[in-house]
């Protein structure tokens, strides 16, 4: 996921705003889950932000393992860079490795709009709303969203579904969030607590376990 054209900012036709004002960026400059499946934990999705004048750098780590008698049999990593420009998405990049797989996509703006390229797509220009598919926007569900290991365009269905208390890591309690399901182009449930910050997420992998998120 690592980009490997330059980013192009905005010119002198951008307006742009102060980038943590104008986005949901946490006090912290930090969202950090522990990813759980059958109830052992099997890595860390990590999401930094950075803030210089106007542009805000977005960083997304993500490491997992599965193992079997303590034996590594799935190992994912993910990682992903989101740059703002303002509230003006100008460029994302992605890598992933699933046990060797590895898949890659990366968008730039130009005059045309967001050009994106990716290992599972044809070149393309996404519609002027899309967001990278990394959640802690939660302005995402509303707008066609890019994938971040591919490339691939996907517009799911999202339904809200209920308030509810999930469970923070380490049994450090629960926090009351909003529960949407996405489906139709993947499957995932996410959560987002009552200042629309990111809460929690789960999703199904191929043996039809599900993992989920606990925020840390």
């Known amino acids: 996921m690592i980009g490997r054209r330059a980013m192009v900012l905005a010119g002198a036709s951008l307006v742009a705003r102060p980038a943590a004002a104008a986005l949901p960026v946490p006090p912290t400059n930090r969202i950090a889950f522990a990813m759980i499946r ?3 934990d099997i890595g860390r999705h990590i999401v930094t932000f950075e803030s210089r004048g106007d542009i805000l750098t977005v960083r997304v ?11 590594p049999v799935v190992r994912y990593t993910h990682r992903a ?5 303002g509230d003006t998405l100008v460029s994302l990049t992605g890598e992933t490795n699933r046990n060797g797989d590895h898949q890659w ?20 220009v996404a ?4 967001l990278g598919i990394t959640y802690w926007n939660k302005h995402q569900l509303e707008v066609p969203m890019i994938g971040m290991d591919d490339g691939i365009l996907q517009r ?14 380490g049994g ?32 199904p992998i ?11």
């Open 38 to 40: 059958h109830d052992n």
């Open 61 to 71: 780590n993500v490491d997992a393992q599965v193992t079997f008698l303590s034996i």
């Open 81 to 85: 860079v989101e740059t703002w420009n």
């Open 105 to 124: 996509m990366n968008a730039h703006r130009t005059e045309r709009g967001l050009e994106v390229h990716g290992s599972a797509t044809k070149p393309y």
């Open 127 to 130: 519609p002027e709303n899309a």
């Open 156 to 169: 799911p269905k999202v339904e809200f579904r209920r308030t509810e208390n999930i469970p923070l890591a």
């Open 172 to 203: 450090a309690g629960t926090i009351a969030a909003n529960h949407y399901n996405l489906s139709g182009a993947f499957s995932a449930d996410v959560w987002y607590d009552r200042s629309d910050a990111w809460a929690g997420f789960a999703f």
């Open 206 to 216: 191929a043996d039809t376990s599900i993992i989920h998120y606990e925020r840390l």
